[in-house]
Structures are given as C-alpha cells and as structure tokens.
C-alpha cells in the first residue's frame, strides 16, 4: 500500500486543487462552488473583489432557481460550497439556502463581513447544518478598519466572532493586506489568535476589480512585504497545532504569474448573484466573451459546453511567449483579467509574468510604490454611486475601458 | 504529540469530514475552504479510524477486506503522515 494524497489550502479566492491532471486533460467536474447570492453589502472596502460595475447587475436570483443550481452543481461533483457576496446575510433566504446545501452534501461555508450574524441567526444557521464561518476583518485597529471598510464595524466583528466560536464552528479569519495594513501583520495575526480563529489567511490583495482602481493607494513596498512575510513565518512556527496561517503571495512583486482560480473552468464554478456563471468572480468584465446564465442554461451545460467556460481552459488559446514556455501547464498564463486590464488582451501572457511584453508596467507601478509618490486621485470606496461613475454608460460595462495610466 | 502504535485508537479529527464522492470515485477529507483528496488505501484507511477501532483492529480489517497479509507498517506510516497533517487524532 503507498499513500499519496494531496492537500491543499484555498487561498482568498476560494481554490481546491485537484490532483494531478494536467490542464490540457479534459475538465473535470466543477469542485468548488461559489455562489455569490447578492452585490448589496454594508460595507464599502475600498479593495473589493466585486465587479466595479456592480451597480449595473443588480437583479437577484430567486431562491427557487438558487435551489436548482446547488442540486445541478451537486449532481455534477461539486462539494465545496461557498455562499458570499457582497454580504449573503442581507439574503433572508440564506438559512434555507444552507439547509438545502446541507442536505445535498455539500460542505458549506459562509464567507461574510459579520454584519447582520446575531446569535439569533447563528443559531439558526447551525441548525440548517452551516459548516463554517469565515469572517473578514480588514485591520488590528479600529481606525483603520473603520477606514477602508467606510463603516463603524470594527467592534460588532469582535463580537460577531464570538457569536462564531459560541456555535462551535471552525472560524477562518481573512485580511486583505496592503500597504495601508501590512505593517499591523503581527497584531492581526495576535488578534486572530485571541479570537480563537483555527486559521487565519492574510491574502495580499489582487489588483483588479476595486483595488485596481485603488492600487496606488494600496500596493506596498518590497519591503513591506519581505517584513510582512518574515514576521508571519516567525508566528508560524510558534502557532504550530494552534492555528493555520496563510500568506497569499502578491504576484505583482513575484515576477512569476499564479494560475487563475487554479486554472479556469478546471475547479471553481461562481455564480453572480443575477445568475450569470463564471469561471471566476471577476470574468465578466472580459470583453468579446459570452457566459451563460443560468436562468435559462442547465449547470452541465454551461460548465462543459459554454463559449465562456471552454475558451481559457487547458493551453491551446495560448500565444507566445506562454505556448512555449516550460511553465505553461503550472501558471496557465497567470489571471485573464489582469491580462486584460494591463494588456489589453485577456489572451495574452499575465504581464506580473518576467516574460510578459508589458512586464515593464507591472515594474512601473511596483517603482511608484517604492518611491511612495502621493496617489493622483483619492481612495474610492466601493458603492453604487461610485460603481456607476466608474462605468461607461454608453456600453455598460467596465470592459470598455482603456488600460491604466502606466506613468 | 505520540507517534501512533498499534493500540492507539485514531478517529478523524474535530473540523474534517470524511466522506465518498461518486463524481471524483474517491475518498475527500473536507475541511473549511478546502479539500484533500484521497487516493483507495488512504480512503480505506480513513475510514476505518472511528474512533473506537484501534489500529491493530484496522489492520486486521484492512487484509481481510482486500486478502491482504503485513500491512501494518504500511498503515502505521499512513497514520503518522495523517496525524502530521492533523487529520486524525489519536485516543
């Protein structure tokens, strides 16, 4: 008997790695289901993972269909089950949704902001069979907590973190890190732990969606992050057996690109709250591309058949300098939206990539933040006054929009 | 932390869930956000650890299922690799 088993830890975008494929296989069954049940959320972070023109999508799946695709999702294989947002406690329908999810056997985590978790909603979440909790905070001090999320909630989410560890679930704790945050990494870590979280996941923050529009204000120093990095390992090591720790490479001072959602349509199937399936949360804003909703298209069909899910996968879309590379099969050309927002072209090399024609604005936007020249504009924080003024109204999408500045 | 012998009485631990996946025909071990996929003798073994067998028990078990003669070292190894990897413990 040899064993081999492979292990791996989802990172802030929710990834489980399957085993061994080669990418160029055909695609396996789905794993991860994200549904992401609503855009509305109380807080307003200005680093925020959702699309920037939010606002425009902002019609909601009722809880029938909602009902329907975890059945589908499930009949196809996928057994990990995220419910997010924006925050999926604004949905009155969630317990039902999570017992339903349950029920089917899923394992089922909530990924939320704490608002609007009351001991009287744990209690019900519990019993509709909620596996886990994982609870966001966006800094140790309140100020800065406060700051970036634009609201008064550092309190309540100590508070809700109790009401997590009351119900006896495992609590993953996440911090988006960033230059305004990085240097607390050793009290958000501490905080972490006197909260009793099993694991915390600081995940420096990708730059597309808000933080893109925020990246001067948000990306931090080689420095910080060599700082950052040493200082997680130190309470690693003395963590060990207590609590997990999980530090999200920032690839934009990497050189060396990551594999979007561990390879699109290979693993993660996200559902927009309208219901629009994705390969991953932030897709829609390629342009050129159709995905399927689900409203109108079966799971199975969109996950093996769709233009969307099937025009990324493997590496046959590839170009140079990804079709020759030696590790095409192990980054996959890195994240298609950050291809598109730097380059222009979703079917380009990711330019966080050394070999990539455009690294040089990656390098450039990695100098600015060394030379901590003062942002050009002000910090926006995500909501839908902002999401609007961000997005084109002749076309409707952000998609239109040219690339950054890159001097 | 002890390393498992033969009358330790492993059991999957507080937080993991195994449980059979007929899409991927195997064995996962499921946990928050993640996943550990199991290959057939990790499955077979796993889910033999409930808590009341002991490992002698197992072993015994595990060559009668599959007619199999001495695997407890291979067992034993298996075990210390999953109570590293916290996903058993032992009583």
Not at chain 1, 95 to 122: D, Q
Not at chain 1, 358 to 374: D, K, L, S, T, Y
Not at chain 2, 36 to 63: H, M, P, T, Y
Request: glycine fraction near 8%.
């Amino acid at each position: 008997m040899t064993v081999s088993a492979a292990a791996c830890k989802a990172s802030a975008v929710h990834e489980v790695t399957s085993v061994g494929a080669l990418a160029s296989e055909p695609p396996g069954p789905p794993l991860w289901l994200l549904a992401e049940l609503t855009y509305r959320c109380p807080l307003h972070c200005a680093f925020c993972f959702n699309p920037v023109d939010f606002a425009l999508h902002d019609k909601e799946l009722p809880t029938a269909d909602w009902l329907r695709i975890l059945r589908e999702a499930r009949e196809l294989g996928a057994v990990q089950c995220g419910f997010s947002g924006g925050e999926p406690l604004v949905r009155e329908d969630l317990e039902e949704l999570v017992a339903e999810a349950h029920r089917l056997g899923y394992y089922t985590n909530l990924l939320t902001s704490g608002v609007g978790l009351t001991a009287a909603r744990a209690v019900a979440l519990k019993s509709a069979g909620l596996d886990h909790v994982q609870l966001s905070f966006q800094d140790s001090t309140r100020e800065v907590n406060d700051f970036l999320s634009h609201t008064r909630t550092f309190d309540l989410k100590q508070k809700v973190a109790r009401i997590v560890k009351d119900q006896g679930w495992p609590m993953v704790m996440n911090c988006v890190i960033h230059r305004l945050n990085i240097d607390h990494v050793g009290r958000i870590i501490e905080m972490a732990d006197a909260i009793g979280a099993e694991y915390l996941e600081l995940a420096n923050t990708q730059y597309y969606s808000w933080a893109f529009e925020n990246r001067e204000h948000l990306l931090p120093t080689r420095e910080q992050l060599r700082e950052a990095e040493a200082i997680t390992d130190q309470w690693r090591e003395r963590l060990a057996g207590r609590m997990r720790l999980f530090f999200v490479a920032p690839d934009y001072h990497e050189g060396r690109p990551k594999r979007c959602v561990n390879g699109w349509g290979s693993t993660l199937l996200s559902i927009a709250p309208d219901g629009v399936a994705l390969p991953c949360h932030t897709a829609r804003m390629l342009p050129g591309l159709s995905f399927p909703d689900l409203r109108t298209t079966s799971v199975r069909s969109a996950w093996f058949d769709s233009e969307g899910f099937n025009r990324f996968r493997g590496t046959g879309w590839m170009k140079e300098p990804c079709s020759s590379c030696e590790f095409r099969e192990q980054d996959l050309g890195g994240c298609r939206c950050q291809a598109f927002l730097l380059a222009g072209d979703a079917a380009a090399a990711d330019p966080v990539c050394a070999k990539s024609p455009q690294h040089a604005v990656v390098q450039e936007a990695v100098a600015r933040a060394e030379r901590g020249e003062p942002p050009a504009r002000p910090l926006v924080f995500r909501d839908p006054k902002h999401s609007r003024a961000l997005t084109p109204p002749t076309t409707g999408a952000a998609a239109s929009r040219p690339g950054p500045p890159v001097s | 932390m002890t390393a498992p012998g033969v009358a330790s009485v492993p059991r999957v631990a507080t937080g993991f869930r195994l449980q059979w996946e007929p899409a991927q025909q195997c064995h996962v071990l499921l946990y928050p956000e993640g996943m550990v996929k199991l290959n057939q003798s990790a499955g077979e073994i796993l889910r033999r650890c409930d808590g009341a067998s002991d490992v002698n028990a197992i072993v015994a078990q595990l060559e009668e299922a599959f007619g199999a003669q001495g695997l407890r070292d291979d067992v034993l190894a298996f075990l210390a690799i999953a109570q590293q990897q916290r996903w058993v413990e032992l009583g």
